[in-house]
């Protein structure tokens, strides 16, 4: 047994650790937090002192008890997590749950897993930071009381199985509005000029009128006035400037830049700089600092001379703005500079050139540029078109690296061909072409990002996670807009003639980016309607500036969170008591055959169409939504056309052929066989020949691909990976096997493995009484009769148990029927 026991929270990190300490210390991973809230209960006392009351979980009790036998043998424990609250969080779990000594037990720190960096870290040693744990505590049990507290509302007030939280909330709040900025956008039309010249050497450049013309009768009065116009070049100004490099990353502008130029999502990025981290190859990834050690600096200003010469070398400090970067030392940054790339794998080859690019850029000289500044005269009119051109004079930190934009308009400027005030130019044509005011941008995720991180909205390890929930939650999806054409007018003067063309251009595309669900719109505006304060920005960041204050130990965390509860927890009783329920419902018109109102709202099932009122004697009809229909975007006529399923569309095979509409979606109906319709297409799209096609594909991956004891074989990819049914058992087939051609022995092996584990797995089997008992996971067993299942306490051997003490525990511990309480009413 080694005497120093060094506990980290991932795996991964041991062993890189491990490689650099001797023999005498032991590294184990925690597998990170080893405590936390119950899962079925608050866990918070809020009649009393707000504690919160941390459990360890079934899952991790094994690790608990491996850590803590190992920690009782060690002369010293190293607790050894990231720094940063969350990491104080998971040292401070550890010290208790183990119940360490102060005396044997030290925390260490460090930046970056490198050989340097842990042996100082184990040189200097410190105690836990309370006020960092205290920190973490506050946005726990914070984030635990909104969530814990609101849910349930919407559960009673909009629909089941809905969650809200403090950051997820005004992130998805963010996007909602931003969507209605665009909806209700009204694009203003106005005529873009634009001349093309050549040059007495015949180069030819492109210049514009600085304003654009408000009617096209203007724009036509100005073609008219150029026919048979000299232009000259009236102004030329070249005038120095520099470019200077952006920063080295943080944890958000990494994001960004990898969704910019990796097209990475966020979870994505923050999970491959885990990795990149744990290997030792590039610094903390989540940091709001952009500061680099002296010995970074250093060791880049070596590798770009070495690279590139002394010229490109310039040594710099950047300032962090942000309040809480404290508690971060450095950017992220490579570990090694003079490791200009790696060979992991393809994804994390990218990422990691992508930092390692943009930190050496950091620390490299300005871009000298030449700015050309052209104006352009004519002998009819007074307007003055401009050309601007931007030529690089020496490349600097562009040798390797260009910070990436969200602006899809921003415009590079060109080189432009050698020109002299006063020169006679040729006029190739003009055209005046119509231009329309574009709505806000959708977000994408590296644009909430940036915008949460600019209302001081969460923290670097709150972004991607954030980002994650709202997806799954479905309040927001990744959507695809298909836009619609539209018509523009392009005027264009040649010689001494003005064509007009009409064109046409797709308006309100977009891919991928963020856009909220119906769902979404319906409990943000219940959240914003009924709890403002939550839901407030300016209330958020406030919050994160306290979670600051408690970290540096100028607040205690437990009258912050005393002070919000008081005033919060009195406005959820009041909109639990007292709130409509919100339906998202909207008129769409009148059903022509019962005079019935026509609504779109939401449903217990989801977004649908209803005719009639629940009130009326005679049950409401619904439909559901189909495809890319939205309560907020459906038309009266499209919604009066999901009242025509089912409908029966031909036959096949002798069989009637129907096009129906269910619970889980459109469907095709043929004889015993229902074939779903693929989603976003629309099922009253679908005829007779669309219909077969689908239902020979079903009838295709339905077939069976082989026998075995006188049972069809059939094979499937499902949710845990492509498997084979048999018997009514689903069989998950491993990377051992080649899935698409799977042979008779293959198909036998898998069957008899699966049939001998659940002989294996089986205790004692009661038939006659129709009861089993089976080994279950985690050293524990489960006693089953019908569909009720009982845990054991892993403490019992059930191995040892007679039918008599299982009845007795069946007995004691099945699920009791319900029985319904009559209301009686006096009359």
């Avoid at 770009?304 to 404290?326: D, H, L, M, V, W």
């Avoid at 022509?592 to 977004?607: M, Q």
């Avoid at 069989?731 to 022995?745: E, R, W």
Wanted: charged share 30%.
């Amino acid at each position: 047994m080694a005497k120093n026991l060094v506990i980290v929270e991932s795996p991964a990190k041991a062993k890189t650790i491990e490689k650099f300490l001797g023999k005498d210390f032991q590294v184990e991973s925690s597998f990170g937090h080893i405590a936390d809230l119950p899962s079925k209960e608050l866990g918070i006392d809020v009649e009393g002192d707000f504690m919160p009351k941390y459990s360890v979980s079934s899952d991790k009790k094994p690790v608990v008890k491996k850590l803590k036998s190992l920690a009782k043998k060690a002369d010293t424990v190293w607790l050894a997590s990231d720094e940063d609250r969350e990491g104080e969080a998971i040292a401070w779990h550890l010290f208790e749950q183990l119940k360490l000594k102060e005396e044997n037990t030290k925390r260490i720190v460090f930046h970056e897993i490198t050989k340097k960096a842990i042996l100082k870290a184990v040189e200097t040693p410190r105690n836990i930071d309370y006020n960092l744990v205290n920190a973490q505590q506050a946005r726990r049990v914070l984030d635990r009381l909104v969530g814990y507290e609101l849910s349930p509302v919407l559960w009673r007030k909009v629909k089941g199985g809905l969650s809200a939280g403090r950051v997820q909330s005004v992130a998805v709040r963010l996007i909602v509005e931003r969507e209605r900025e665009i909806m209700s956008f009204k694009p203003e039309a106005s005529y873009k000029v634009v001349a093309q010249f050549i040059t007495s050497e015949g180069k030819k450049f492109k210049a514009n009128l600085p304003k654009n013309f408000e009617t096209k009768e203007k724009a036509a009065a100005f073609l008219e006035s150029c026919i048979g116009a000299d232009f000259k070049v009236d102004d030329l100004q070249k005038k120095p400037a520099k470019k200077s490099p952006a920063p080295p990353f943080t944890t958000s502008t990494l994001q960004q830049e990898a969704s910019r130029k990796l097209y990475f999502p966020v979870a994505k990025t923050m999970m491959i700089a885990q990795r990149l981290y744990e290997a030792g190859l590039i610094t903390y990834m989540r940091t709001d600092s952009v500061n680099l050690s002296n010995d970074a600096k250093n060791d880049a200003q070596q590798e770009i001379i070495s690279s590139y010469g002394e010229a490109y070398s310039k040594p710099r400090n950047f300032s962090t703005k942000s309040k809480g970067a404290q508690e971060a030392h450095e950017a992220i940054r490579p570990t090694d500079m003079s490791l200009s790339s790696i060979s992991v794998d393809y994804d994390q080859d990218r990422l990691y050139d992508l930092i390692w690019k943009r930190t050496i850029a950091s620390q490299m000289s300005e871009a000298q540029l030449e700015r050309t500044n052209v104006k352009i005269a004519n002998n009819h009119n007074k307007k003055v078109l401009t050309a601007n051109g931007e030529m690089i004079k020496f490349e600097g930190f562009l040798k390797v690296y260009l910070e990436g934009t969200d602006n899809e308009d921003e415009e590079q400027a060109g080189m432009l061909p050698t020109l002299v005030k006063g020169e006679l130019l040729s006029n190739k044509n003009i055209t005046a072409t119509e231009r329309y005011t574009k709505a806000p941008y959708r977000f994408t995720e590296a644009s909430l990002v940036k915008r949460l991180e600019e209302l001081g909205i969460g923290r670097p390890s709150t972004y991607a996670p954030t980002i994650s929930t709202i997806q799954k939650r479905e309040y927001i999806a990744k959507g695809t807009v298909e836009g619609e054409d539209r018509n523009y007018t392009q005027l264009k003067l040649k010689g001494n003639e003005i064509a007009t063309k009409i064109l046409t251009e797709k308006v309100g595309s977009d891919k991928g980016k963020l856009i909220p669900t119906d769902i979404g719109n319906i409990v943000n505006d219940f959240l914003v309607e009924n709890f403002s304060n939550i839901l407030d920005f300016g209330f958020t960041a406030k919050v994160e500036s306290e979670f600051d204050d408690i970290a540096e130990g100028k607040e205690d965390w437990i009258a912050m969170i005393k002070e919000f509860y008081k005033k919060f927890h009195p406005t959820v009783e009041d909109v639990a008591e007292n709130a409509d329920r919100a339906k998202g419902e909207r008129l769409l018109g009148v059903d022509p055959e019962s005079g019935k109102n026509v609504y779109a709202r939401l449903g217990r099932f989801g977004a649908m169409v209803q005719i009639g009122e629940v009130t009326d004697e005679e049950k409401p009809r619904f439909a559901s939504l189909q495809g890319d229909q939205t309560l907020t975007s459906i038309t009266y006529e499209e919604a009066m056309d999901l009242f025509k399923l089912p409908k029966k569309i031909g036959g096949f095979e002798g069989e009637d052929v129907i096009v129906a509409n269910g619970r889980f979606g459109p469907y095709i109906k043929f004889h015993k066989m229902y074939v779903s319709i693929p989603r976003g297409e629309n099922p009253m799209s679908v005829d007779i020949n669309r219909a077969i096609e689908l239902i020979k594909e079903k009838q295709k991956a339905d077939a069976p691909i082989a026998e075995y004891e006188n049972l069809p074989v059939q094979k499937g990819v499902g949710r845990f990976g492509p498997f084979i049914k048999w018997n009514n058992i689903f069989i998950n087939v491993n990377k051992k096997y080649d899935f698409d051609t799977l042979s008779q022995a293959d198909i036998v092996e898998l069957i008899e493995d699966k049939k001998q584990k659940e002989i294996d797995k089986i205790i004692h089997n009661w038939e006659d009484e129709g009861i089993r008992v089976e080994k279950a996971r985690w050293g524990r067993s489960n006693i089953i009769k019908g569909k009720t299942k009982i845990e054991l306490a892993k403490t019992v051997d059930a191995s040892k148990l007679t039918l008599n003490e299982v009845k007795e525990i069946i007995e004691k511990n099945a699920p009791k029927k319900k029985t319904t309480k009559r209301k009686v009413t006096k009359k």
